[in-house]
Every structure is written in C-alpha cells, then in structure tokens.
C-alpha cells in the first residue's frame, strides 16, 4: 500500500531558465513548476534531461532565469536543500563516497548538523528496520549494483527530502531488482520526478514533460504525451540519420 502523501509544499519552480554547457546551449528558457507526486521527464538521449535533473539540483548553474525549490535557490544554499530535495543517480558509484555502509548512511545526517552518534543511531535503526543489521560494517565494495543503488536511495531517505530525483534508476539492473526497486519507488510518499529515456516507466505518472533538443516538446498526462514520444521515436529509429542531434 502506498505511503500517505506528504504535506503540501512550494515544489519546484523554474522561470526561463537556460544552461550552457561547452558553449552550446543544452536547455533553453525552461519553465515549469512542479508540484505533482510523480513526474516523468522523457527524451531521447542528448536531449538534456539530465542537464535538467542536474539544474533543479543545483548541481550546474542557470546561465539565464531562476530555479527554486520549497523557496530556496539550490546553488545558494546547499545545507538547507539537503531537506528538501534528494538525488539517485543511474550509476551509485557516482554517489557513493565511503568505504562502509554505515558511514555512507551516517554522511548525509551528519552534514545536516546532527551529532555523530544520533546519525550512527538512526543508521543502525534503518538497517535492523530493513532487516540488514549485519550491513553496518560491510564493506560497499561487497555489494552488488542493485545493492548499493538501494543504499544510495536510503541514504537520501535518512535526510527526509520533500522531493526526490531519479536518473534512470533501474539502468543496469536484473529484472528481480528492478522489481523490488520499483516497489520501494512506489510505496514513497516523497514527490518523485524520474529522468527516463522508457516511456513503460512513466505511464503510471501523474504528469509527463517530453523534452527535446533542450524544450519542451510536450507537457501533460501520460496519455496525452506518451503516443507522440513513442510515435516520434519509432519514426526516428526507422532512419540510419542521427546527425539531427548535432543541428
């Protein structure tokens, strides 16, 4: 059964906002305000979506507009986002910065101010909680890619985000941890928006943005965005040309 819905909040917020990457423009004037519990961005690859999950992360900066999350700006002040917006990337060795499964879990509470031993607490709580109390001092390096993906996302847990970023969560991964990951996705109260180039993954949306060549091609219902993706898709794969993504 799904978790309860969160308390309402400001969601994301973004005002012609543009990002230039190389000197080439990867996104142009995006404006969008996102409020609704589950959000697919879709696009082909080299579309800029993951520019755009990177932008509302503040992880690269607007060259023009503004982007707001709960009311902060994410380059401004990166201790209070913490709370409020967290991120799974598609490959958790990206993410993962500790040798053990503890201090992983434990970083996240400990940059948001709390003491050391409260963080090791409330690990070692999540842990017994999951069943994986024997985890603690296991080396990250022993786990498998759905494993440490799954770390990865109860690291951003801990923190209590309002929102939640996915990149391609079940790339690379088996079937059978695509499965239990989509169940833990599901039963979270937490506002997702999911960076996809899988329109199957998004149909269960609440709202879908098609993004392309860094706009935004379409923007609604998965019934009303998805058979235009997948129709374009189908017509573009029935070509040998891909020079189009370098006009």
């Keep these: 059964m799904p978790a309860p819905a969160l308390p309402a909040d ?8 543009s990002v230039v990457l190389g000197g080439a423009r990867v996104l142009h004037d995006i404006t969008l305000h996102l409020t609704e519990r589950r959000i697919g961005i ?24 503004t982007v707001n999350v709960d009311g902060i700006d994410p380059m401004a002040d990166r201790k209070a986002l ?6 799974l990337f598609q490959n958790p060795d990206h993410q993962i910065l500790f040798p053990t499964v503890q201090e992983e879990l434990a970083f ?21 909680t999951a069943g994986r109390a024997d985890w603690a001092g296991r080396s ?10 799954w770390l990865c996302l109860q690291a ?9 970023l996915l990149d391609e969560p079940l790339a690379g991964l088996d079937l059978p941890t695509q499965a239990r990951l ?54 573009l794969g029935a070509s040998d040309a891909d020079a189009d993504l370098s006009d």
């Design 108 to 128: 996240g509470l400990i940059q948001m101010g709390q003491p050391k031993a409260l963080a090791m607490a409330r690990v070692q709580s999540r842990l017994a």
């Design 182 to 235: 989509t169940r833990s996705f599901d039963a979270l109260a937490q506002r997702l928006i999911t960076i996809t180039h899988d329109p199957a993954f998004v149909q269960a949306a609440d709202r879908v943005i098609w993004l392309e060549r860094g706009r935004i091609q379409a923007d609604g219902p998965p019934a009303q965005v998805l058979p235009g993706f997948v129709a374009a898709m189908q017509h």
């Design 156 to 164: 951003v847990l801990l923190m209590g985000p309002q929102t939640i």
């Design 42 to 65: 879709i696009g082909r690859n080299g579309s800029g979506k993951s520019t755009l999950l990177r932008l509302m992360a503040g992880l690269v900066p607007a060259d023009s507009g």
């Design 82 to 87: 913490l709370s409020r917006l967290g991120i």
């Design 140 to 149: 990250v390096a022993t786990l498998s890619q759905g494993q440490r993906q």
């Design 10 to 17: 400001q969601g994301l917020l973004l005002q012609r906002a």
